[in-house]
């Protein structure tokens, strides 16, 4: 009890060194500790391994009282506990995992201030006793609950993949204590949705915000853009170049794992290298088997669905090819993050094409979804889907850093303090150590496709698909542009000169730079994007000083 008198005067610095061992905080960490010792609720999102944990300990360990930990992860309760205690902080947790008898002793002890710091599951914030408990500890003369931190916040969205329907209780827990405490929320999940979510279901207050740690710095980038049949050579001839390393290639489907990794098999089987396959549609005990041999680097190469990987922690992974488009940079960032946990230098490969993003959206268009939420909500969730998917295809698409435009959808501050590598904007220096930054690239003016397919869309706003909208300016006459009627209007035919390939490049660079916008219906459609405005006239024509130039890859300095 000697520690709560102390650690009332000492500074956050101090804690970090005295009970944790650490010298300095890492990026986003101080920041977010002095606004919570400053009274401010924050919103903290860096990924897993980030440190989220010392963001809320330290402030524990200094602020009169108790302060509550929200977690979903009661296996982890105990460890965390355990690892206080061994420093010497005053820790406790109340979960089901205790008998009834022991969560009277922890209630008992809590309510006589014996705690710095106790951890429950969300569904404890509704039991009436808790709530009876917290509010006297909350009012006047109680010990106090200067701070109510929540971990893994995601999972009170509902457009996340790990909704925890007892997350929507805290706020009304919150709001049964007389003084409320700082509220501090933390979370790896980064996109915009769940963070608006995050914020106003738990009722969060202006949260000072901080988002870092997201960038792997010995993690190389490149995007491939190729048919089926090159994919697998490239796979060949990338696994049989590094045979010595251990990789993990992923497919979208269980066929396509079978396939890849038989193909793979011959190809390296002579050379005395074993390939490994991992899928959901395998038995329990050969799933074990292959990850096991995978992990003990008797099998370097393993071909997996994205059920592998979950909880595997292999250090040294040193490369990570995707065979097919995830459905978001998330699941991309996480999957590809496999490589190079030990620090070494480790590359990410995507392959892919525009059949990938054709079975994708398919795939969720089709998706049943949850039967019990309305349709509303099901179209609501898909459209999301369909976002980020979009978000994904940017990604294969641009021109710019590979390593930025994925900080960038994160948010992480430190590549907001780069210069924008937005196409179109000011140059960006990038990483140096992605496939974009390595290559050159060619500029091609392109101001008159761009014009006509600007002035096209503008007389047929957001009803046609890339495709369609490519054929008829190219002046295909087939089946859909003639059902469509589009072979009347005065643009059918209008790039006829140009190959079809270029008019269907330059309409996902007019997407990519915010002249066009594709939205998603049941298949994407073409509409005017914000910065159209600035390239059309009030009548729809181009405007004479609208101008249009393309970056190619040129070539790729090895
Ligand atoms: P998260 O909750 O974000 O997954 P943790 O809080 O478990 O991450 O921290 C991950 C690891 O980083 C832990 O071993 C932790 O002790 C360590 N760590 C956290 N902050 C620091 C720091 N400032 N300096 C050095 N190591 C740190
Ligand atoms: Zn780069």
């Known amino acids: 009890d000697e520690v709560l008198e102390r650690t009332e005067c000492v500074s956050a610095h101090e804690v970090l060194k005295r009970f944790f061992g650490y010298e300095t905080f890492r990026a986003g960490q101080q920041r977010l500790i002095d606004a919570v010792l400053a009274g401010c609720d924050v919103l903290g999102v860096m990924p897993t391994g980030a440190?989220?944990?010392?963001?809320?300990?330290?402030?524990?360990?200094m602020l009169q009282g108790m302060t509550i930990v929200v977690s979903p992860l009661v296996s982890l309760m105990a460890d965390q506990v355990r690892s206080l205690m061994s420093v010497g902080a005053r820790p406790a947790y109340l979960n089901s995992s205790l008998s009834p008898s022991q969560q009277a002793t922890v209630m008992c002890r809590a309510q006589q201030g014996s705690y710095q710091i106790m951890y429950v599951a969300p569904e404890r914030l509704s039991d009436p006793r808790f709530v009876d408990f917290a509010r006297r500890a909350a009012g006047a003369g109680g010990i106090g609950l200067p701070l109510v931190a929540i971990d893994e916040a995601h999972c009170v969205s509902q457009w996340g993949q790990d909704f925890r329907p007892a997350y929507l209780g805290i706020a009304d827990f919150i709001d049964a204590l007389d003084r409320r405490p700082i509220v501090a929320a933390f979370t790896a999940t980064a996109t915009e949705r769940v963070r608006e979510d995050i914020t106003n279901m738990l009722g969060l207050r202006s949260p000072q915000t901080a988002v870092t740690g997201f960038d792997r710095a010995n993690l190389s980038f490149s995007i491939e853009e190729l048919g089926e049949r090159a994919k697998t050579a490239w796979i060949r001839d990338y696994a049989?170049?590094?045979?010595?390393?251990?990789?993990?290639i992923y497919c979208s489907t269980r066929k396509a794992v079978d396939a890849l990794a038989e193909e793979l098999e011959r190809a390296l089987s002579p050379d005395g290298i074993r390939v490994g396959r991992y899928h959901a549609g395998m038995g329990a005990r050969e799933r074990q088997v292959?990850?096991?041999?995978?992990i003990d680097d008797?099998?370097?190469?393993?071909?997996?669905?994205?059920?592998?990987?979950?909880g595997i922690d292999k250090p040294n992974v040193r490369y990570v090819i995707h065979n097919n488009v995830p459905e978001s940079i998330e699941a991309y960032y996480q999957e590809a993050g496999r490589a190079g946990r030990d620090g070494d230098p480790a590359s990410a490969h995507l392959l892919w094409n525009g059949n990938d993003f054709r079975l994708r959206r398919f795939l969720i268009d089709r998706d049943p979804e949850d039967e019990r939420s309305s349709p509303e909500q099901r179209e609501h969730a898909k459209m999301n889907r369909f976002r980020l998917l979009n978000q994904m295809e940017g990604y294969c698409q641009t021109t710019g850093c590979l390593r930025e435009y994925i900080l960038r959808y994160f948010g992480d501050e430190h590549s907001a303090s780069k210069p924008s590598a937005i196409e179109g904007a000011s140059e960006s220096t990038g990483c140096g150590n992605c496939s974009n930054c390595l290559s050159t690239f060619e500029v091609e003016d392109v101001t008159e496709t761009a014009r006509e397919i600007l002035e096209f869309v503008s007389r047929n706003p957001a009803r046609f698909g890339k495709t369609l909208i490519a054929d008829a300016l190219h002046g295909a006459r087939n089946e859909r542009v003639r059902s469509s009627r589009l072979d009347a209007d005065k643009g059918c035919g209008a790039l006829s000169a140009e190959p079809l390939r270029l008019i269907k490049t330059v309409i996902?660079?007019?997407?990519?730079?915010?002249?066009?916008?594709?939205?998603?219906g049941h298949y994407p459609v073409i509409g005017l994007g914000p910065r159209s405005e600035e390239a059309l006239s009030a009548v729809g024509a181009a405007?004479?000083?609208?101008?249009?130039?393309?970056k190619r890859r040129a070539s790729r300095r090895a």
Request: charged content about 10%; proline content about 3%; glycine content about 8%.
């Open 51 to 61: 440190g989220k944990s010392i963001c809320y300990q330290v402030p524990a360990l």
């Open 240 to 248: 049989l170049a590094h045979s010595r390393e251990s990789g993990i």
């Open 290 to 294: 292959s990850q096991r041999a995978f």
């Open 298 to 310: 008797a099998m370097p190469v393993i071909v997996a669905t994205n059920a592998f990987g979950m």
């Open 508 to 520: 996902d660079q007019l997407s990519g730079r915010g002249y066009l916008a594709v939205s998603q």
């Open 543 to 550: 405007s004479a000083d609208f101008s249009f130039t393309m």
